[in-house]
Structures are given as C-alpha cells and as structure tokens.
C-alpha cells in the first residue's frame, strides 16, 4: 500500500483507541492490519494521481505540518504534551490503549470527582470532545474577564505588573487559535508592550492584522514608514469622497456637502478612522498632520486642510485634550467652528480670528493652508 493507506490505517488505529476510552458499548470493529475485500478492490481500481498533482499535494501537506507545528510549539516552551508528542507515543508503544489513559490522566482535568461523572455523558451520547471543548470555552471567558477586571483595578503599577506577568506566560501560544483572544486581551490592556514581542507581532502578518488598535498604535509609533501605509488609503478615500460629491450632477448631493454642520461632517467614516487609529499618541498625530501638510504642498488640495481641521475637531469632541492642548491651531479651530455651526461671525470671534491670523511670520504663508480650514 502507498504511504497516504498507511497513514489513514494509522489514523483508524487512533481513532478505534479512542473510541474505546469514550464510554461502555462501543466496540472496536476496525482491524488495522488488513483492509476488508472491498476496500482493496477499491483502493486497486482507484487511479493514481499525476505526479504534478502529487508535488502539489505533498507541498499542501508539508506547508499545513509546518504551520501546525508552529502553531503548537508553544506548548512545549509551558511544558505542556503536544500533538506530536502523543503522535511518537502511539508510534512508538506496544499497548495505545494504556498510552492514551496515561495521556488522559496527565494531561486532563485535575478534578477526581470528575472521573465518576464522565459515564453519564456517555449514557447521553455527548463526546468526550464536546465536553472538554465547553469547559474549556468557559474558563477563557472566565480568563478574559478577570484580565479586563484586572486592568481596570488597583494601583497603575500593580496592575501592570500582573498583565505583564501574564503576557509572558501565555504569550508562547499565541499562535493557537483557541488561547489567541487572551493573549491578544492581555496587550491590549497593557500601556507599554515589551519591545520584543512587538516586533514577533510585527514580523508576523497574521498577529499584525487581528491585534487590537492599541497594540497597533505602540508599533506604528516607532514604524512611521507602516503607519502610512495603513493612513495612506484613507486619506485618498477621504479626497474621492469629497470631489464626488463636490461634483456630482445630482442636487441632492451637493445640498447635503454645503449644508451639513461641521458636526456632521467629522462623523464621515475616514475621519473616524483616523480618530481611533491615533486615540491619544501625540506622535502618531503629528505624523497625520505631517502627512497632510506634505500632501497640500505638493497637491494644493484644500480638502487635506478640511480634513486637518476635522480631524483636530473629532478629538475635541471626545475631550483628548493630550492632543488639544498642544495643537496651536485648536483655538482658532473651535472658534471657526462655532462660527459655521452658527452661521454668523461676531465682533468678538472675529477678533479672535484674526489674532490668530497676524500671529503668522512672514514668510509661513505656505503652510498656512495645513493649520487651518480657509
């Protein structure tokens, strides 16, 4: 037989010892030393694939091994038994069943109790599977619970400390898909990630991709060059948008680009974005601001300026007056806004607007149209 019958007998073998530790009644009815009549009348009329199709297949499975073992070579680093550990266990013993038992005792739930209630879920035809896959749903929710409940809880230190201590625990497995939302809680709430395991995270395309905004903020931080490529789409999103509707034949639309309150504008989806991509880093809000103002002089766009004073307004609306506070521009921002809102300019906001307006040197002119909306 070829290797792909060997393998599948050995499976069958695995699979009939399991069986057996499931519960009473049930019976072993597969003999892996022959295949019956009609399953090698089977396996002989089948034909053989084309060679290609073999490489194709074979570097399919060599590609699925790696990522599994990767995936679980975590559990080894925590000193916990391994698919392939238990795979050279069944290989190598001259009795599975009693190999599997001790698999089970070792490395299942340490509760003796249990053991006398495991019969009544086979009475109940609930897998062995099915039940340990519930307790162990149950307890990550537990565990994610008590991260958030840590997070939130006692001194900056203290509770830092904890989350770290966990991270460096459960970080070793976070390539297996089931312990992922935890370790990927864990860097969430962590202000400050250590260096190394944002740069694996980093590195990595996969962990990049599903890690919170916050874990994301850390990276792009210090990795200007990812950040604009992640800002970038948007901002020529956000540049469509508002030529679309600036000249679309339809007056509905061009209605609604002229009289919509500034409010309602920064509600817009690029904005937005950009609001929870930067939440309360001041780099990475300089870096959009550098973004725009490179963008303007090379375009002379004044959508780029819109979009700065809109942006520095979604801030302001939800208080991150980290940002506020060291924007030069925010006053005079707020006040121009107060003033579309309204509708009307007073003699007292005109003052203000143009103070801001001579405090421009000489020669700043350039850049003027990046701090402000004209």
């Not at 035809?125 to 990550?140: A, G, M």
């Not at 459960?170 to 864990?186: A, G, H, R, T």
């Not at 766009?301 to 809109?310: D, F, G, K, Q, S």
Request: aromatic share 6%; charged share 25%; with cysteine.
């Amino acid at each position: 037989r070829g290797s792909g019958h060997r393998e599948a007998a050995s499976h069958q073998c695995v699979s009939a010892a399991a069986a057996a530790k499931c519960g009473p009644g049930l019976q072993i009815t597969v003999s892996v030393g022959e295949a019956a009549p009609g399953a090698r009348a089977v396996a002989g009329a089948r034909t053989e694939p084309a060679p290609g199709a073999r490489a194709v297949a074979g570097a399919r499975a060599m590609a699925g091994a790696r990522r599994g073992a990767a995936m679980f070579s975590g559990l080894q680093e925590l000193g916990i038994a391994s698919g392939d550990e238990l795979k050279e266990t069944l290989t190598n013993c001259a009795e599975p069943l009693k190999a599997i038992d001790q698999f089970q005792i070792e490395n299942g739930i340490l509760l003796p109790s249990l053991q006398s209630a495991l019969p009544f879920l086979d009475l109940h035809s609930i897998p062995r599977l099915e039940f340990h896959q519930s307790v162990f749903d149950e307890l990550r929710d537990k565990l994610l619970d008590k991260v958030a409940t840590i997070a939130s809880e006692g001194k900056d230190g203290d509770r830092y400390n904890k989350l770290e201590d966990l991270l460096g625990k459960c970080f070793p497995l976070v390539k297996v898909p089931s312990i992922q939302p935890v370790v990927m809680c864990v860097m969430k709430h962590l202000p400050k990630v250590p260096e190394e395991k944002l740069k694996l995270v980093m590195a990595d395309k996969e962990l990049y991709k599903i890690c919170a905004t916050e874990v994301k903020r850390q990276i792009w931080q210090d990795n200007q060059a990812l950040f604009g490529d992640e800002v970038s789409p948007l901002l020529k999103q956000y540049i469509i948008e508002k030529e679309n509707a600036l000249f679309s034949s339809e007056l509905s639309v061009l209605h609604n680009f002229f009289s919509a309150s500034p409010k309602t504008r920064r509600q817009g989806e690029v904005v937005q974005k950009l609001t929870n991509m930067i939440g309360k880093n001041v780099k990475l809000y300089d870096m959009v601001l550098q973004f725009l103002r490179t963008l303007f002089l090379r375009t002379r766009n004044v959508h780029y300026c819109t979009l700065r004073a809109e942006l520095l307004m979604s801030l302001h609306d939800l208080d991150i007056s980290e940002i506020c506070s060291v924007d030069p521009c925010h006053k005079f921002t707020w006040c121009l806004d107060a003033c579309i809102r309204e509708r009307f300019v007073d003699a007292k906001r005109a003052r203000e607007l143009q103070g801001f307006l001579d405090g421009v040197k000489k020669g700043q002119e350039q850049v003027l149209g990046p701090r402000i909306r004209v």
